[in-house]
């Protein structure tokens, strides 16, 4: 299922810098289109670190031993390790596809929803992972289906793929309207004011320190084996 973000064009869309490069070299023209595809290609790949090898699914693997352990030890409803797995390889693929930073994913998922897919708050009307409040979101985004766009159910938010996808894409979409602050994005997620906003916030920054931390021991203990 593909979710897409009908806010988009309040977004600023983060492409690779070929893509728009490409697109320049495509307007000016038909004599000119076959040597810009060619400068084109060269130049994707002498710029692996630019380039669409961010958006694979190789990507999506690595790193993601590390992140399933922590979740493994750190969420309240005995996840499997399949489950684990899934959730950190979602994650690390749409860091990769959105450009949000996975231990900022990570510690937000942590203080919503302590890592249980099937969270939900029955007065507040969030759900799953990063507890989506339904109400609000359901007019900013859609499932995709060949060329048309369907309404998003809450039920569908109950699946790892789909949550994982939107609440990354809500934590982009609140970094641009903060404009890069992690302070005031946090506090934009949490929706709260005063004492309580500042207070969600604090935790959040704590599980992200705790998670940066778990991650260096581990690499650490990688290296002595």
């Known amino acids: 299922?593909?979710?897409?973000?009908?806010?988009?064009?309040?977004?600023?869309?983060?492409r690779p810098f070929q893509v728009f490069l490409f697109e320049a070299l495509c307007k000016m023209g038909s004599p000119l289109f076959f040597g810009g595809l060619l400068f084109f290609c060269l130049l994707f790949a002498s710029l692996p670190g630019m380039s669409a090898q961010a958006f694979s699914g190789d990507l999506a693997d690595s790193g993601t031993d590390i992140l399933s352990s922590?979740?493994?030890?750190h969420n309240r409803v005995h996840l499997s390790r399949k489950q684990a797995w899934k959730i950190s390889r979602e994650i690390v693929r749409q860091s990769a596809l959105l450009g949000v930073p996975v231990d900022l994913g990570v510690a937000i998922m942590e203080r919503e929803s302590a890592f249980n897919p099937m969270a939900m708050n029955r007065d507040s009307g969030d759900?799953?992972?990063?507890?989506i409040?339904?109400?609000?979101?359901?007019?900013?985004?859609?499932?995709?289906?060949g060329s048309r766009l369907?309404?998003?159910?809450f039920k569908d938010l109950y699946r790892i793929a789909v949550n994982v996808r939107v609440g990354m894409m809500i934590i982009r979409h609140d970094l641009l309207l903060s404009h890069g602050s992690v302070y005031g994005m946090?506090?934009?997620?949490?929706?709260?004011?005063?004492?309580?906003?500042n207070?969600?916030?604090?935790?959040?920054?704590?599980?992200?320190?705790?998670?940066?931390l778990y991650q260096q021991k581990m690499e650490a203990l990688a290296r002595l084996r």
């Open 1 to 14: 299922m593909v979710v897409e973000a009908l806010f988009q064009p309040r977004l600023k869309e983060v």
């Open 70 to 73: 922590y979740i493994l030890n």
């Open 127 to 131: 759900y799953g992972l990063f507890q």
């Open 133 to 145: 409040h339904y109400a609000f979101w359901k007019k900013h985004f859609a499932r995709k289906k």
């Open 150 to 153: 369907w309404p998003l159910s």
């Open 186 to 197: 946090i506090g934009l997620y949490s929706g709260r004011k005063g004492n309580a906003r």
């Open 199 to 212: 207070a969600y916030v604090m935790g959040v920054l704590a599980n992200e320190e705790r998670f940066r």
